[in-house]
């Protein structure tokens, strides 16, 4: 099971807690991560990457293990640590402004 931790705006939505367990099939990818959340939640279809193209949404970013993964490629390996449950895979809502 791969924790991921939801920012208050998605938690609401999908109608959960802060920690979200999902469960994988394949390799654990940020790809298949938001799939099993899309999956389990369908409130959250279109709020973390686009319906149609399902690039990531720019203002979102993902993070685990004290590193921004948001740049890596949707189908790159997770690290072990998210995969073996020990830590979270933070998804986060970037703040812009001025």
Do not use: Y
Not at 54 to 80: G, H, Q, T, V, Y
């Amino acid at each position: 099971m791969i924790q991921v931790v939801l920012p208050r705006n998605l938690q609401i939505l999908a109608g959960v807690g802060r920690v979200v367990e999902v469960q994988v099939s394949g390799p654990a990818t940020q790809r298949s991560v938001i799939d099993a959340l899309e999956a389990s939640h369908p409130a959250l279809l279109g709020t973390m990457r686009d319906a149609v193209t399902k690039k990531r949404r720019p203002m979102i970013r993902i993070f685990a293990c004290e590193e921004d993964l948001s740049n890596d490629a949707l189908d790159a390996p997770l690290p072990a640590p998210v995969v073996e449950g020990k830590e979270p895979l933070l998804i986060i809502g970037a703040i812009a402004g001025g």
